[in-house]
């Protein structure tokens, strides 16, 4: 009686382990394609669970080994399987140095979301490209890393990169809200596409205010009943300290400049997202006076000839 009761244990725990496996549906890769254009999707959560999978209790120097071994390698392979260019920049967003455990849950909780992301990322995908025609895409899915969770809660649970013209890199939370990962996915479809008709030469600061500018306009365009947080007007008093920070290195190539409004600088009175909503303050202006425009049109268009005629001109370059 012994041995029965003994396997009849050992066949529960197996049954046990046995669902638990199952119950983690596998990273699946899948296409969407409209008007002769195709978006790849592939997502590297099955890659990062085999990072967490040996990553626990390891130190820094060993988990960044590990994470190379099992996440940035693999990655590379698969983008060069692709035809994928992906170049060197994307390091800084793939990152194993964090709460192992959370990511963990992070990455199973968004493997069991994968039929609801591909119907989001499809839906975005199709309206953009019926809006704004452009080339083959490719877009990465992972977790966000588990350090920037106050601030990807703000941003709704998801964000995302787009590094080349053919190479976006979206970032989740599970908490994610479905109209602001739509949201994001046309935002990056639109830089990917204001890329394929960008030269090679260096873009300065206001370069990237009004390119954030431009995608988060089209965004609006696809989901005109998401208001993006980072898109909320700034009062006359910030514009004002935003416009004194930006005078004078609007022709600036020093990124940290960006990166102050992006950050935000309270004890200047700066706030969180300035470069993203000043950037859409002024596309919309500009939109509102050219109403006849399509995206394709104002993809093209500078971001000099963006201020041109806008009322921010004189702030922004006194004296002209």
């Known amino acids: ?94 990152n194993g140095d964090t709460d192992i455990d959370q990511l963990e849950k992070n990455t199973i909780a968004l493997l069991k979301k994968q039929d609801e992301m591909e119907t989001l990322v499809k839906e975005a995908f199709t309206k953009s490209s019926e809006e704004l025609p452009g080339k083959d895409k490719s877009m990465f899915l992972v977790p966000v890393n588990v350090e920037f969770s106050s601030i990807i809660k703000k941003m709704e649970g998801s964000t995302g990169v787009t590094f080349t013209e053919d190479f976006m890199l979206l970032q989740t939370d599970p908490s994610y809200k479905k109209d602001a990962f739509k949201n994001t996915v046309a935002h990056e479809y639109f830089h990917s596409v204001d890329m394929e008709d960008q030269s090679d030469g260096q873009s300065t600061v206001f370069d990237f205010i009004v390119m954030e500018g431009k995608a988060d306009s089209f965004a609006r365009i696809i989901y005109p009943d998401h208001i993006s ?36 600088v309270p004890s200047k009175g700066i706030p969180l997202w300035s470069n993203y909503r000043i950037g859409f303050e002024i596309m919309q202006d500009y939109l509102s006076s050219h109403p ?25 370059i006194p004296g002209e």
């Open 1 to 94: 009686m012994k041995n029965f009761w003994l396997l009849f244990a050992v066949i529960l725990i197996m049954g046990a382990l046995s669902a638990c496996s199952e119950d983690i549906p596998e990273a699946k890769e899948f296409k969407v394609a409209h008007n002769g254009q195709t978006l790849t999707v592939i997502p590297l959560y099955d890659h990062i669970l085999d990072y967490t999978s040996e990553a626990k209790g390891k130190t820094k120097e060993e988990k960044k080994a590990l994470y190379l071994e099992k996440v940035i390698l693999p990655f590379q392979e698969i983008a060069e399987e692709h035809g994928i260019d992906t170049r060197a920049n994307y390091l800084a967003f793939l």
């Open 292 to 316: 006849d425009m399509t995206p394709k049109e104002w993809v093209l268009t500078s971001s000099k000839e963006t201020l041109e005629n806008s009322p921010y001109k004189e702030a922004l």
């Open 229 to 264: 947080p980072w898109t909320e007007p700034l009062s006359a008093a910030e514009k004002e300290k935003v416009f004194d920070h930006l005078s004078g290195n609007l022709d600036s190539f020093d990124l940290k400049e960006y990166q102050t409004l992006f950050a935000g």
